[in-house]
């Protein structure tokens, strides 16, 4: 196999891991779920009492808006700003596309 087959091959096994689709600058959702493993280790998956809501309820501007504020400081939680400046903006782009997935299949708007 050259390299370029090789390169080719492991990409494509990527894509099979999520939803669909190649990575895309607008947000690839299975992208954003395989990225979001790292979120609910604090961020609960679903509707709790604690204070930290789960991330998929939250509006996709609002949520964008709030990991730009992290990045740049707007917003001082420091846990959520290393979290935050980890990522890119295609990141950020398939995590919201990944959350509004999700809130579509919860019901929600
Ligand atoms: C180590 C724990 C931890 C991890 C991991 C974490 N967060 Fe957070 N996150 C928090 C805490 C605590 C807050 C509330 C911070 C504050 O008051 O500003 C928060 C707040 C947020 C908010 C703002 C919520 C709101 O209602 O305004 C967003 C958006 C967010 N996190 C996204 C993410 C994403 C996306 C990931 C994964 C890439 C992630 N977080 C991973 C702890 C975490």
């Given at each position: 196999m050259t390299r370029a087959r090789a390169i080719v091959a492991t990409l494509a096994g990527v894509s099979?891991?999520?939803?669909?689709g190649p990575v895309r600058g607008e947000g690839d959702p299975a992208y954003g779920e395989y990225l979001a493993n790292e979120c609910t280790a604090c961020h609960p998956p679903d509707v709790t009492?604690?204070?930290?809501?789960?991330?998929?309820?939250?509006p996709t501007d609002y949520f964008i808006e709030a990991l730009k504020a992290y990045q740049t400081g707007e917003r001082e939680n420091p846990v959520m700003q290393a979290v935050a400046r980890a990522l890119g903006d295609e990141e950020i782009a398939s995590l919201a596309a990944y959350f509004a997935y999700l809130r579509e299949q919860k019901g929600g708007s």
């Open positions: 099979l891991l999520g939803l669909a009492d604690g204070v930290i809501p789960p991330l998929w309820m939250l």
